[in-house]
């Protein structure tokens, strides 16, 4: 009923930059906060950045001054630009999102992720 679906990810070598799209799809009323999380190999998951409805953001202390979350409401959309990466930021990047549906269902979803690798 509700789907998020990321693109974006891929191969860059280190200090380039890559923007993540995410998009949420199916029956939704509302989307409250989105999120961006990332797990590397053998790590735990870890939050990157979340922005509200508002537009308020907040960044991993890691990734500050590189990275930027921002959202189009009216596209159910939130992205991740990227800049000036690191070895250290390749990972899988999942979007997550808090998600009121029509049939006044809520809960928070996750996308399938997509693979970010930066090679030095």
């Excluded at 990157?48 to 189009?72: E, L, M, Y």
């Excluded at 390749?90 to 029509?102: E, F, H, L, R, S």
Aim: hydrophobic share 30%.
């Amino acid at each position: 009923q509700v789907q998020l679906v990321e693109s974006g990810g891929g191969l860059v070598q280190a200090g380039g930059s890559l923007r993540l799209s995410c998009a949420a799809s199916g029956y939704i009323s509302t989307i409250g906060a989105m999120n961006w999380y990332r797990q590397a190999p053998g790590k735990q998951r870890e939050l990157v950045a979340s922005i509200t409805s508002g537009g308020t953001t907040n960044h991993a202390d890691s990734v500050k001054g590189r990275f930027t979350a921002s959202r189009d409401n009216a596209k159910n959309t939130v992205f991740l630009q990227m800049n000036s990466l690191k070895p250290e930021d390749t990972a899988v990047y999942y979007c997550n999102a808090d998600i009121w549906t029509t049939m006044g269902d809520y809960r928070n979803y996750w996308g399938q992720g997509t693979q970010v690798t930066v090679s030095s």
